[in-house]
């Protein structure tokens, strides 16, 4: 993988390219075409690539929690992140895997499923739900996760990240999908986002990596990475 931007280079080191800077940050992750669309039938893996997969890994690493919406989590099989044996300096000092937060209204979730039967104790899964969810089902995802009450009828965002960061989870990094993107900026929660452009057309009925309310976040283009016609943009955002 190469640098093209802000200076050109033939090999990159991808954890110091995408590490965090001090203090609590919030980053998104995603991958699209080169017209926008963010799946191919549905799915991120038809737009993905051997670089994506190689980042995709080094973001974990670096994050202190994994955040995703429901319907991302069901679509794409989520399971809980994997000790990596390329994560021993990423991780140093803390636990050998980031926890999954799961963002679900209505806890529509197989809480039976790998997410939450494998993961380990220290990285036990997270479901981020609401007051109004249902009682019987909110009582057993506390049997199998650690459970954050964020708002009333919806998730609120805001109280959501809070209550990561409470947890000493500073790092976030989102993995989408395009809806719950759409929620963190119109809430001003974004920090950065990682955009991996597929050189594909993906066409069809996919969304863009943002699917709702607007959010008008001014970012600066901090660095663009090259391989095999892939790009990998890191933009952060601007300071007000």
Not at 26 to 49: H, I, P, T
Not at 55 to 60: I, T
Not at 100 to 126: K, M, Q, S
Not at 150 to 162: F, I, K, Q, T, W
Request: proline fraction near 5%.
């Amino acid at each position: 993988m190469r640098r093209i931007l802000p200076s050109s280079a033939d090999d990159v080191d991808l954890a110091e390219a995408y590490a965090y800077p001090q203090g609590e940050w919030l980053r998104l992750n995603m991958v699209a075409g080169v017209d926008g669309g963010a799946w191919l039938k549905g799915l991120s893996e038809g737009l993905s690539g051997k670089g994506d997969r190689r980042v995709f890994g080094v973001l974990r690493g670096l994050a202190d929690v994994v955040v995703a919406g429901a319907a991302t989590v069901r679509t794409e099989g989520y399971g809980p992140a994997r000790p990596r044996a390329s994560w021993g300096e990423l991780r140093r000092g803390r636990p050998l895997v980031p926890p999954i937060a799961v963002i679900t209204r209505r806890l529509d979730l197989d809480l039976a499923g790998p997410l939450f039967t494998e993961a380990e104790p220290y990285a036990r899964t997270i479901v981020i739900t609401t007051a109004r969810a249902p009682k019987d089902r909110r009582d057993e995802a506390e049997r199998h996760a650690e459970v954050i009450v964020a708002g009333d009828e919806r998730v609120d965002l805001s109280l959501a990240v809070a209550a990561l960061r409470e947890r000493g989870l500073g790092k976030v990094l989102c993995e989408g999908g395009p809806r719950v993107n759409a929620q963190m900026a119109a809430a001003g929660l974004v920090d950065e986002l990682c955009l991996t452009i597929s050189p594909l057309l993906a066409g069809g009925d996919a969304a863009r990596i943002l699917n709702g309310p607007a959010a008008n976040i001014r970012l600066s283009l901090s660095h663009v990475l090259e391989e095999e016609g892939f790009l990998f943009c890191k933009y952060t955002r601007e300071k007000e």
